[in-house]
């Protein structure tokens, strides 16, 4: 057979082109995804959209490519870091929180005290009442803006309720004392003085915030000087000085503008209107301050406004446990100001503004966040004076761990030292009487019922002459539970009264003493005395 030879004419040729041609641009023009490209479809914010991506792209890819920010709470359906496969939806549901606080007001109680220091049935608001807040904040919790839940994340209480405090007289059944002068007493954080008699008893400050660290009449017996608790956090402010006057008939404290004094505040006798103080600085931790072991002295004027400061004594470290800080003690004629610290005492001078000891003493170690400062007073002519001295203890590694503790007497002007009472315990506080007619005085101090003991021992009280000489115990009588730890009150000598008597708080109650019969008389029963002055 021969060979068969096709031949396509030209025009055939081209309609082919044109049809091969064609078809590829009808390919073109359709709306199906080129091979490899995902269709992907995004839910969010009440919107969709879509994209299409190459498979094999991430969740995070489709918001990216789609200008979707997440919030840090937002949550996303698949998570971000799926990596898409095939055609899919992406569900974005937005997640926000609110925080808010609801503020709930907490009722105060209501109390009711008998006192025999106001007239029968009449009645007295001595605290008034304030309520508490409660704050509690909640968590709420928004998906598209449609809220999930609310829950209580902390609760906080920025203030307790206050109660409200009445005081109701009560007819007081005690007999009556004579008063020589004026005798002031704290009671539940107010302030009360006794005149003439133990049954006129008058409030001098009943705001209930008198704290007691600081409540002492002025020589004359006109004005009472006193600490306020401070209305800040004790961190920052622990109490004021304020002063009232005990004749006006409708006195009003003065604020003297002092602040944060724990150990010592005191009248200098002979001045008018002066006080002497020594301040610390508030601290968080225990005991609560730190003592700039500073004296200060104000001349107010009746008007409560300042007529002079001045600084006597600079801040200090105070030697050894300084922090705690030091005391101070006037002779009755105002012209010696003795100190006290837990490692000396000595004299203030007044013109060179410098302290010298005159006697160092073995340091207490308490083990614990307070300091032993030992308890000093002067003689009627101030010649002598009176302290608790702590003594060595044979067989201890360590002399500061020791329990002895003598009464004893040092004399300024020549430096000689006596011990007078043995095994007193470290409360003691001897207090001098003013001079008697015979031109004697006594010295009060107390005892320890178990001087090895003494930190955490009851005492009783005692009497002793000027020299150590004629000690005998005169309260309470034996076998009855002993005082706490106070420094005992003298009454002053009077042309009227040439008799003085002792003030002495007792289970709470006052007593007054007859330091020659050892008599004790009761003058009030409600169990809420604090601090006493006899003026």
Sequence with gaps: ????????????????????????????????????????????????????????????????????TLGSLDRVDPPVFTLLTGAATIQVTRVREVFEVEETVLPFSRQVLKNESLPTNQKMIVQAGAPGLLQVTYRRLFENDQEVSRAAIKSQTIHEPTPEIEMIGVQSPFAPIPIPRKLAYLNMGNAWLMQRTSAERTPLVTSGDLDGRVFSLSPDGKWLLFTRKSTLPAAEEINTLWTISTTDENPRPIDLKAKNIVHFADWVPGAINTVVYSTVEPRASAPGWQANNDLLSLTFAISGTYVKKEEILPPSSGGVYGWWGTNYAWTTDGKKLAYARPDSIGLVNLEKKTTAALFDLLP???RSDWAWVPGIAWSPDRSVMYLVNHQPQAGLAAKENSQLFDLAAVVPETGQF??????????????????????????????AYFPEQSETSRYRLYLMDRDGSNARMLFPEEGAAGLDPQQVVWSPL????????????????????????????????DGLIKRVDWK
Excluded: H
């Design 418 to 447: 006596s011990s007078l009472i043995p095994q007193t315990g470290m409360f003691s506080y001897p207090a001098v009487s003013p001079l008697l007619p015979d031109k004697q005085a006594w010295v009060a101090f107390l005892k």
């Design 1 to 68: 057979m021969g060979k068969r030879n096709t031949v396509f004419s030209i025009p055939f040729l081209a309609c082919l082109t044109w049809l091969v041609c064609g078809l590829w641009l009808s390919a073109c023009g359709t709306s199906t995804p080129s091979l490899g490209m995902l269709p992907i479809e995004i839910k969010v914010d009440g919107k969709q959209a879509q994209i299409d991506l190459p498979a094999g792209s991430t969740v995070q890819l489709a918001l990216d490519k789609n200008g979707i």
């Design 494 to 525: 009077t042309n009227d009264e040439p008799a003085v008597w002792l003030a002495v708080i007792y289970r709470g109650n006052l007593f007054l003493i007859n330091p020659v019969t050892g008599k004790a008389g009761q003058i009030t029963g």
């Design 364 to 366: 207490y170690q308490t």
